[in-house]
């Protein structure tokens, strides 16, 4: 079978990156290519005979951002390594990055695909930095913003993201959820697993909750630090909870390798931001607790707000008031979460499962390896 190598951050375990989440289930969906993913030395992918690992990074290679020297280990890779049929690459599209993607796969003849996992902040030229014969883009939202700067419209491709559906919760799942994170068993529990560095949904979801009259309710922070910025945002976000008198119903989870079960345990998952940069169009998170049918909220105006078709999520107005809205009337009514909960399972089963994926990334494949 022909083969196709994907570049990225390094693909195993644990599996708490959107990006590197979308390598492993479209490798594992591929039925008419062999895929290779970057792996680091002497650490198992965990993805099966199907799946070769191509060790790139070395043990100690950080799992969200390679640095320069992990950086050029690829770029030697792509320059000097076995040529595959055909290179996918991943990742947020920008000047450097790109220039090195173009040079490699124009010096080997490679022909190749670049799935744009996050979308280029809104200043920069998206025609300059697209170097890939395809450019595939995971929502309306992101494609419209791609033609607007002069992409072609013949090099760019839109297929959403996929995931592996997951079993919603029974009561006793619930149950040994709540007691994994020490959370109470009975109190409403709303959970904001989005950015803390980019946007305004941390802090927003802070101000509505502080003014919820349900004052038995816990909010849960799930949110990685993984940046500098992200850990100072994460100490004014603390020092405004204190302010706002509700830091003893806030519980911070930091990063965890047990999401799903922490997603399995809450009422509400909240994702109100006005702004998904730096994260995936259609988080995976939020396409995981649709996927356990948890109601969903995302802001209006973002790649996310296209997941409320037919009432699958709901998209709110990212301020205080209209976030407040949206969370006291989930809190309060168990039959309405119910329903959103359901919808979005459906839409999560009928449009991003794994094989659907898999089978519109081979079609592409095939029109540049034919």
């Given at each position: ?75 030697g ?66 494609e ?106 806030v ?23 006005d ?10 998170v ?36 209209a976030?407040?809205?949206v ?13 959103h ?5 459906q839409?999560?089963?009928?449009a ?19």
């Amino acid at each position: 079978m022909p083969s196709v190598l994907y570049v990225s951050k390094p693909v195993a375990p644990p599996w708490n990156d959107s990006s590197k989440n979308l390598v492993r289930d479209l490798a594992l969906g591929l039925t008419r290519y062999t895929p290779a993913v970057m792996t680091r030395r002497g650490e198992d992918h965990s993805l099966g005979s199907t799946v070769e690992a191509d060790p790139i990074y070395p043990a100690s290679a950080g799992g969200f951002a390679p640095g320069m020297k992990d950086n050029a280990r690829v770029m030697g890779r792509l320059l000097i390594g076995r040529a595959p049929d055909l290179v996918h690459f991943f990742f947020a599209p920008n000047p450097k990055s790109s220039a090195a993607g173009r040079l490699a796969t124009t010096l080997r003849r490679m022909p190749s695909v670049h799935t744009i996992c996050s979308a280029p902040r809104e200043e920069q030229a998206a025609a300059r930095v697209l170097f890939a014969d395809k450019n595939v883009v995971l929502s309306a939202h992101t494609e419209a913003r791609m033609l607007a700067a002069g992409v072609p419209r013949e090099r760019l491709v839109r297929i959403p993201p996929a995931i592996a559906p997951l079993t919603p919760p029974d009561a006793a799942a619930v149950a040994s959820g709540r007691a994994l994170f020490d959370l109470p068993a009975t109190a409403p529990l709303l959970c904001y697993p989005g950015d803390l560095e980019f946007g305004r949904g941390a802090l927003t979801v802070l101000e509505a909750f502080a003014a919820m009259p349900q004052r038995d309710a816990i909010l849960v922070m799930a949110c990685r630090a993984k940046t500098a910025g992200a850990r100072e945002a994460e100490q004014q976000l603390r020092a405004q909870a204190e302010q706002l008198g509700i830091a003893p119903r806030v519980v911070w989870i930091g990063e965890t390798n047990a999401i799903h079960t922490l997603l399995a345990a809450v009422d509400v998952v909240l994702l109100p931001t006005d702004t998904l940069y730096a994260k995936m169009d259609y988080p995976l998170v939020i396409l995981e607790a649709m996927s356990l049918g948890k109601p969903v909220v995302v802001g209006l105006g973002t790649p996310a707000e296209e997941l409320c078709t037919g009432g699958a999520a709901l998209a709110t107005e990212v301020s205080r008031d209209a976030v407040l809205d949206v969370m006291t009337r989930l809190t309060d009514s168990a039959s309405l979460r119910a329903d959103h909960g359901e919808r979005g399972r459906q839409r999560v089963l009928s449009a991003y499962t794994r094989a659907p994926m898999a089978a519109a990334y081979e079609a592409l494949y095939d029109e540049l390896v034919a």
